[in-house]
């Protein structure tokens, strides 16, 4: 058998750096178990990589194939120190097992830790006294989970090739959706957030390694050297692959092909990491470290394709893992919960007065209040709500869990109000943040309330909404809630109390189109109960000239209220106009 090649000086300088980095998170994955049982396995790690360089000569003889599966076994296993050692000894050593081994190793943790669960460990039970946020391992890792973007682009110039704008468009591709990626991470819970760069940076730089080798290197030569698995063939295999999997989706929702789909996408570690191992690699390959015309046209295309899939489902993804946090706290005890969420909230809104400006954001609270709504409607459903995490494993929760959502998201801002208690020069800035959030979560409560058949609780909820609106200056929000509590009350034939909410929105100042959306509705209950005046409020309402969508959208839009809790304009004048239409057929009969 041929020998082993020889590794080139940047393969053994990506290979090092890439083990220090397993190496360390092996080491932080073993303090997070009970030290009761953490040993064996670790202490096997450590064993296994004092003796496995003792054996390199015997492993050397052994074909490729054999040394390269021998490494990815070791490497899903979590064997993350035995390859660090490996990696220094065969690097100084000039051994070409560095790569032939050490990579599909790197490359099996990498996997292996695409689904291990945020390190809670660091919030035990130990007694802290007010941490400080970020700590040294959190500004490593978001310094990394930025680096490793522009990776790519760093070897493109390094590495002359072919097609040098098609290669650096490629790779800046690459940098922007892992950049977007890394940016949707920011709302998370600290340790999760912490993980999920962990995973990213780690598969990134296994596959880097790998492709950068002489395990890459023949792949990139056999590539270039079978002209039917050039040009178009693979964007072609990913282009329908990709559409397979937009129409199964939705295809087989709900139905037991469709569960055996997701548990099948979640056994090989999940679509978005699978998506992303599939269309960076070739590029990695044959656009970056080995660069070869053909194939870099195939390996773009793929590219392309790939990476506008895992753009889409960025946001699918985010929404899942703030659903993941909020079970972590709702899991968590009272101690740990507030040591989450004090860090949480000195990440995410002190740090706002540093020399980077973000937005307030209430991400995790939307989440909270998302779920719980949810929860409420599976309350006639036998099945109850599924949330499935991204490390592969999945929570039901029913409508028993509305309440302790609802609480968590009021527990969440009240750590935000605690901390930073609202003074006169943030009126308009995090004090008027906090009542706009405040009503969203009694909006939520009201629905909530409304779905499980209580209606004093949807009433109170609705009041405290309105009040909250009102100190705010979002009259115009104020006034939809008011409608909308009225519009329930007569649903549950409460004609009192829809009479008395109607009446409080009149009193309030508002724009003509709004003002004409609540003389409809208040024209329609009366309409409802038989009671004089509603032929009055109908013509009243005809006379108010401005009926249309924009003039509605761009009086809801002047309330100073974030987008994200905003109505819906086009929702509210589509359930106005069936109002006015159905006004308009029993007043001209």
Same mark, same amino acid.
């Given at each position: ?43 096997? &790690? ?47 050593g000039s051994n070409p097992l560095a790569t032939w081994l050490v990579a599909p190793l790197l490359l099996g ?149 469709? =569960? ?100 307030? &954001? ?49 527990? =969440? ?11 006169? &020069? ?30 004093q609780t949807a009433y109170t909820a609705t009041r405290q909404r309105v009040d909250l609106l009102l100190e ?53 209950? &009366? ?63």
């Amino acid at each position: 058998m041929a020998p082993l090649a020889q590794p080139s000086t940047l393969a053994e300088v990506l290979l090092v750096c890439a083990a220090v980095v397993f190496a360390e998170l092996r080491r932080r994955e073993s303090l997070r178990v009970p030290l009761t049982r953490s040993p064996l396995w670790y202490s096997a &790690d450590v064993l296994l990589a004092i003796a496995l360089p003792l054996v390199a000569g015997p492993l050397g003889s052994l074909p490729v194939a054999v040394v390269a599966v021998v490494g990815l076994l070791l490497g899903v296993a979590g064997m993350a120190t035995t390859g660090l050692v490996c990696a220094l000894v065969f690097t100084f050593g000039s051994n070409p097992l560095a790569t032939w081994l050490v990579a599909p190793l790197l490359l099996g943790v990498a996997l292996r830790n695409l689904r291990l669960p945020p390190d809670l460990w660091v919030f035990g039970p130990e007694p802290r006294t007010d941490p400080i946020f970020p700590a040294a391992p959190d500004i490593f890792w978001g310094v990394a989970a930025r680096a490793v973007c522009v990776l790519p682009l760093l070897g493109v110039l390094l590495i002359p090739g072919p097609a040098p704008w098609l290669r650096v468009a490629g790779a800046a591709a690459v940098g922007l959706v892992l950049y977007s990626a890394d940016r949707g991470r920011r709302p998370l819970l600290m340790p999760h957030r912490r993980t999920a760069r962990m995973g990213t940076v780690g598969l990134l730089a296994a596959l880097a390694v790998v492709a950068a080798g002489p395990l890459g290197e023949w792949t990139a030569r056999w590539w270039a050297e079978t002209p039917s698995f050039t040009a178009w063939e693979v964007s072609r295999y990913m282009f329908y692959a990709c559409g397979a999997e937009l129409i199964a989706g939705p295809a087989f929702h709900g139905t037991r092909l469709g =569960v055996v789909r997701i548990r099948v996408l979640q056994a090989v570690f999940g679509a978005l990491p699978l998506v992303t191992i599939v269309s960076v690699t070739p590029f990695l390959l044959v656009g970056v470290f080995h660069p070869s015309h053909e194939p870099l046209v195939a390996a773009t295309a793929g590219l392309g394709i790939g990476l506008l899939w895992v753009f889409a489902a960025h946001l699918p993804a985010r929404k899942n893992r703030l659903a993941a946090d909020v079970i972590t706290l709702l899991g968590a005890n009272p101690r740990v919960r507030g040591n989450l969420l004090q860090a949480w909230t000195t990440d995410t809104f002190q740090r706002q007065r540093g020399w980077i400006r973000r937005p307030w &954001d209430y991400s995790l609270v939307h989440a909270c209040t998302e779920l719980a709504v949810r929860c409420s409607r599976a309350a006639r459903l036998t099945t109850g709500v599924e949330v499935q995490l991204p490390w592969a494993k999945h929570v039901r929760l029913t409508h028993h869990d509305t309440t302790r959502l609802l609480a968590l998201a009021e527990e =969440v801002l009240d750590w935000i109000g605690t901390r930073f208690p609202p003074v006169d &020069d943030q009126k308009t800035l995090l004090g008027h943040r906090q009542l706009t959030a405040r009503a969203h979560l009694a909006a939520k409560t009201a629905e909530v309330a409304q779905n499980l058949d209580d209606p004093q609780t949807a009433y109170t909820a609705t009041r405290q909404r309105v009040d909250l609106l009102l100190e705010a200056g979002a009259r115009t929000h104020a006034a939809l809630a008011l409608v909308e509590g009225a519009n329930y009350a007569v649903w549950l034939d409460d004609q009192d109390t829809a009479t008395e909410l109607l009446m409080a929105a009149g009193e309030l100042d508002l724009p003509p189109a709004v003002r004409r959306l609540l003389l409809i509705n208040w024209a329609h209950v &009366d309409n409802e109960a038989g009671l004089p005046g509603a032929r009055e409020r109908w013509a009243a309402a005809l006379a108010l000239r401005e009926r249309s969508a924009t003039a509605l959208k761009a009086a809801i839009e002047a309330d100073p209220v974030p987008f994200e809790e905003q109505e819906r304009p086009s929702e509210v004048h589509k359930a106005v106009a069936q109002l006015e239409l159905h006004l308009e057929r029993t007043f001209t009969s």
